[in-house]
């Protein structure tokens, strides 16, 4: 019983590690006041630069650097032109998903069927991975899982505790504002949608290295659709990412859980359907439910700023 | 000005363009250290464009700037703010849901000083000046005149010695203004330059050392305030001819109630006191003035009236029909014309053009089976243009670009096109120079022969102008109701006000 447990849980931090990376980062990136609905898009590139940097070099290193690095290139053409040309932010967002999804089904196609060429296996911290049942969930994981856990912290620290958190909160909610206390917006709100792709690439990269190495197209499978409805569950609060990643994380463990016991309540289709059904019955209870989570939104969300106009 | 100083700033030639407007032409100014200065203009004459520019907002079109003999240019306002020059804008610049402390650190966050100056050296900035705020305190929970203070001290923290205000008395009350002047003074004692800009005649004779007046675009007059002799010297350079504001208004020959209301409390679903308790009657043919200090209730009952919030209880008696305060919101009611307080918002749509926002309310008179008469609705926009000398880039410019008063002006006309049994009118003088204010009052005047009037206000002088009975409100509820003619009665009015005395 007790293993099965810890069976469970390991999964289910494992299945929601990509969520979150990508949710820290579009907290940080919508708390600036910029949406950008393109993580779906720059997780998928992401993923497909890690594992062709995998291949070419066996670096480890490497391929997840190229993968956050794909993200945040991606990320800055949507800053190209919602910031600076002050286009429709969903409009954009929208074209970087698509731009993304195209992109890597057609550059990926040489990989399909390589064998992979870098495996973050889990690497259990020694002494930690040894205490009961949380070892065994939480710290027999890959580094990027790792990597995750120190981010959420950091994230919030940044945005409630030192002064460039307090101008992204304050460019968020007034970016006209922020401008007349002489601060640069427009490079504010840039940092923080590369900060975003930056995120989502590292999500990618989870993906096509740890979770289930290799490239496969498609292979987020709506994982930064669900990363943006956590940034509006979360309250656009970095710790309660964490409950939000993890419910969806176990949503899918339990998924595969009752696949792998062979019950067959429940057709399979509908399983995988859960973790999205479910994220969005939590997404339309928590916003109903007093409307007080929508006043947390960010004031400025997704308005352009322009001094002169 | 005899002996001359060496100037902290100077401005020759400046110039700026938006489109086809030339907001300023050619404007030259020097500014000395230790001077309060005062800028009138007339709406749209270009002050705030100056100012903005001088704060490194906009960038001139042509011209120099030259800080203390240095030419600078800015780029934006943290160069400006690097320079010591710092602007409190007319809608002020601080993030609502953040902490008094925090808006300061946030605008600390851009200056090079690394050490957390914060706690003991704002209290103290807060002490010399007189400018005491709750630095824990939520800015959205402030009132107008404590969100000032923080303005002011935003800059003083980041060592401004230039500190412009673009109407900074305008949300005010009669103790705050007399607060800000004290702080104005204390700042120029310590050598600090100061710049108001503002429409109120009597404010610039009470604080100011140098005054200058630009119209149209142009610096057209500047001079020390100790050879001004009178308020009307100053109105004949504002506008070239005499302007006292001496509206004469005609005793009042009231008709039939339009509208008498009782036991009103509201606004519904709301944690906020709001107002309780209002009674009165409002008579075709007379001006009831409601009048108290921003922040008591009055924009809630505005609203209520108006059917923008619903309201709790009480009875409504308008044209003869009755009506419980629930029902009153429900769908609009033919005969009402409302001016809000919020122009910007509330009254007119920025982005579409003159001729559509004069439609706005009106959409059932300018269509004809499907179409909308947009021929007519021009014809008629410019007749209000022309009668109330609206100045902007004309009917096909969004109103967005209106100056003011200029806005104020078109969404009066508005609003007296419907001919309306009651005029509803808030704060309607707020922010517009001495001619539009003029106009303005001339206009309700005017339309009392026709409608009931009830003019919702904190000025004073405007309600004594206008109102042939004057209710103060404090805190929700109406003290008393007086009689205009009783000359007596200001001083109660003022004490009434100030809630120093019951009703
Ligand atoms: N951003 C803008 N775009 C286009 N036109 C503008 C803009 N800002 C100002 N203007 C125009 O420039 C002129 C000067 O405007 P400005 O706001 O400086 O006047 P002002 O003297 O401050 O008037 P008020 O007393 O009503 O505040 C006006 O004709 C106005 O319509
Ligand atoms: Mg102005």
New interface residues.
Partial sequence: MIEELAFIGQIAVKSSIAVLLATLGEIIAERSGVLNLGVEGMMLTGALAGAAVGVATGNPVAATVAAALAGGLLALVHGFFSISLRVNQVLSGLALTILGLGLTSFLGRPLIGTRPGVRLAPWPIPGLAEIPLIGDIFFRQSVLAYLAYILVPLCWVLLYRT??G??I??AG??A?????????VFRLRYLCTLAGGLGAGLAGAYLSLAYTPGWKESMTGGQGWVAIAMVIFAGWNPLKAVIGAFLFGGLTALQFYFQAIGIELIPAYILRMLPYVLTIAVMVLVNTGGGRRRGASP?ALGVAFN??G | MTSSPPAVLELSGITKHFGDITANRAIDWSLNAGRIYALLGENGAGKSTLMSILAG??QPDAGTIRRQGRTVRFQ????A??AGIG?V?Q????????SVA??I???G???RSRSDRQGASIRELAVRYGLAVDPDALVQDLSMGERQRVEIL?LLN?RADILIFDEPTAVLTHTEIAGLFEVFQRLRDEGKTIVFITHKLEEVMAVADEIAVMRRGRMVARLAAADVRSQHDLARLMVGREIILNVDKPPAAPGETVLAVSGLSGPAGSSRPGFEEIAFEVRRGEILAIIGVAGNGQEDLAAGLAGLTPLKTGRLTFKGRRWRAPQWGRKPHEGIAYIPADRDRTASVGAIDLVENFMLTQLAVFSRALRLDRRRAAAATAAAVERFAIRGGGLKAPAGNLSGGNLQKLVLARELARHPDLLLAEQPTQGLDVRATEAVWQALLHQRAASAVLLITGDLKEALSLADRIAVIFRGRILDTIAARDSAAIDRIKLLMAGLETG
Wanted: proline share 4%; glycine share 4%; net charge positive.
């Fill in positions: 002064r460039t307090l101008k909160r304050a909610e007034d006209a504002a922020v401008d007349a206390a002489g601060i640069n004031a001094r002169e | 907002r906009y934006s306002p943290a160069q703010l690097a602007m804008y809608r002020f610049m601080l993030v609502a849901p953040l925090e808006n650190r946030l605008h966050a851009a200056g935003k980041r």
